[in-house]
């Protein structure tokens, strides 16, 4: 049974994330970043910089939400960055924001499933994730549509919550994930199981080494896993 949002609700875990994102998209940002004490921002630069040797020029970002990732892969300086996201509320959010920043002429979101993507094979130089992959319904399903939709030689970074192992950032982490995340979250968005969702679906993500190994299983090679800030996140690579 994999990890939902509204366990009392009918329906799949697409369908429940879906409505969830939608239900939270305008308290998102503001939560992202205080949440994470800022450093999400800090991550998502680490993330982009492993893709400056292979200068791609069309990238997709895959559960792109607001678009925070695709902007920051601006400073790769693609031709374009497509956004794909399942919640229409988040690609709102990121529409505007696109406008405001004037960068709606270089990145262009829709909507769409990550485990089903409308693009031909091949097409992509680079594909990108930030926290999105845990929140597949079936993660092998989209890690094989994300391959398939990448040009061969063509570089996969995802960055994504794994859990600390050593004392005691182990122990702190935990706290701070079952406790203190949860209740922040539901002043704010007025959504309490959004941000309980949140720790379960990072307690049940293979992470490290059981991520890397379903990467090779769907077809990337030279994969690599680099963790951040004691273990509270990684950053995964692999190549087509």
Aim: aromatic content about 10%; overall charge positive.
């Amino acid at each position: 049974m994999s990890v939902v949002p509204y366990k009392d609700q009918k329906g799949g875990k697409k369908q429940q994330v879906a409505s969830m994102f939608d239900n939270i998209s305008k308290k998102y940002d503001l939560l992202n970043h205080l949440l994470s004490l800022g450093i999400d921002i800090i991550w998502r630069k680490k993330a982009i910089r492993l893709l400056k040797n292979d200068k791609p020029r069309l990238i997709l970002d895959i559960a792109t939400g607001t678009g925070d990732f695709a902007i920051e892969a601006l400073a790769l300086k693609p031709e374009k960055v497509i956004g794909v996201d399942i919640s229409e509320g988040m690609l709102n959010e990121g529409r505007k924001k696109m406008k405001q920043r004037k960068l709606d002429h270089l990145i262009e979101l829709q909507l769409g499933d990550s485990e089903k993507l409308l693009f031909e094979e091949n097409k992509f130089d680079a594909v990108i994730v930030s926290f999105g992959v845990r929140n597949f319904e079936n993660l092998e399903k989209g890690l094989t549509d994300m391959h398939r939709v990448l040009k061969p030689g063509g570089k996969t970074v995802i960055l994504e919550f794994s859990k600390p192992k050593k004392f005691p950032m182990k122990q702190a982490y935990s706290f701070y994930f079952r406790y203190i995340l949860p209740q922040i979250g539901k002043i704010i968005s007025k959504d309490q199981s959004a941000y309980t969702y949140l720790p379960e679906s990072v307690k049940a993500f293979p992470d490290g080494r059981d991520f890397l190994d379903i990467l090779e299983k769907v077809g990337f090679k030279k994969t690599q896993c680099k963790t951040l800030t004691f273990g509270i996140s990684s950053i995964y690579t692999g190549i087509k």
